[in-house]
T-cell receptor, first 115, second 112 residues
Framework: DAGVTQSPTHLIKTRGQQVTLRCSPK?????VSWYQQALGQGPQFIFQ???????QRGNFPDRFSGHQFPNYSSELNVNALLLGDSALYLC??????????????FGQGTRLTVV | GQQVMQIPQYQHVQEGEDFTTYCNSS?????IQWYKQRPGGHPVFLIQ?????EVKKQKRLTFQFGEAKKNSSLHITATQTTDVGTYFC????????????FGQGTTLQVKP
């Protein structure tokens, strides 16, 4: 049973460029959340996708956008990259119901460096 | 806004000593989750506490959820070098939508 997989594992981009990160959720999971983790900090919620729609969003600018596909996989897009966007980007999948807050299963992350 | 705070930020212990990290939320939580992140790794789910005053044990790890459901603790008895990593508590944002608010974590170093 494959866990959460993310690609690529590492990426170096130049300021102003655009980047797309990809995530395949754990088998059977229908919800994908994206987090940004700066060095020495806890993960910060970016947004969550369920049924191909953005369901919740954290305090991130519109430069951060995403998509979920019918097979539940997801993409995170960041436009006009800034140096401050350098971080570990984590994808977490879960199975969220109305009565139970399920734990999040994290992928290994994509380390993005903006130079 | 809703915040989750952890102390201490860092803890260095001798192997065999005990370790405790504390987590406090600015709001009452429906549940609290704990994650461990090894150096260079990703957060891995440890446990979820739901009930007021709940205590759960996993071998040498003891997790507690406060009576007011605003604080929690993780206690490790007789630390081992395999316990090295950063321990995060996380509480759900309002509703059961899956958004988690993480504390800044406590990084544990264990000297053999």
């Amino acid at each position: 049973d494959a866990g959460v997989t993310q690609s690529p594992t590492h990426l170096i981009k130049t300021r102003g460029q655009q980047v797309t990160l990809r995530c395949s959720p754990k088998s059977g999971h229908d919800t994908v959340s994206w987090y940004q983790q700066a060095l020495g900090q806890g993960p910060q919620f970016i947004f969550q996708y369920y049924e191909e729609e953005e369901r919740q969003r954290g305090n991130f600018p519109d430069r951060f956008s995403g998509h979920q596909f019918p097979n539940y996989s997801s993409e995170l897009n960041v436009n006009a990259l800034l140096l401050g966007d350098s971080a570990l980007y984590l994808c977490a999948s879960s199975l969220v119901s109305r009565t139970h807050h399920a734990e999040a299963f994290f992928g290994q992350g994509t380390r993005l460096t903006v130079v | 806004g809703q915040q989750v705070m952890q102390i201490p930020q860092y803890q260095h212990v001798q192997e065999g000593e005990d370790f405790t990290t504390y987590c406090n939320s600015s709001t009452t939580l429906s549940n609290i989750q704990w994650y461990k992140q090894r150096p260079g790794g990703h957060p891995v789910f440890l446990i979820q506490l739901v009930k007021s005053g709940e205590v759960k044990k996993q071998k040498r790890l003891t997790f507690q959820f406060g009576e007011a459901k605003k604080n929690s603790s993780l206690h490790i008895t007789a630390t081992q070098t395999t316990d090295v990593g950063t321990y995060f508590c996380a509480g759900p944002f309002s509703g059961n939508t899956g958004k988690l608010i993480f504390g800044q974590g406590t990084t544990l170093q264990v000297k053999p």
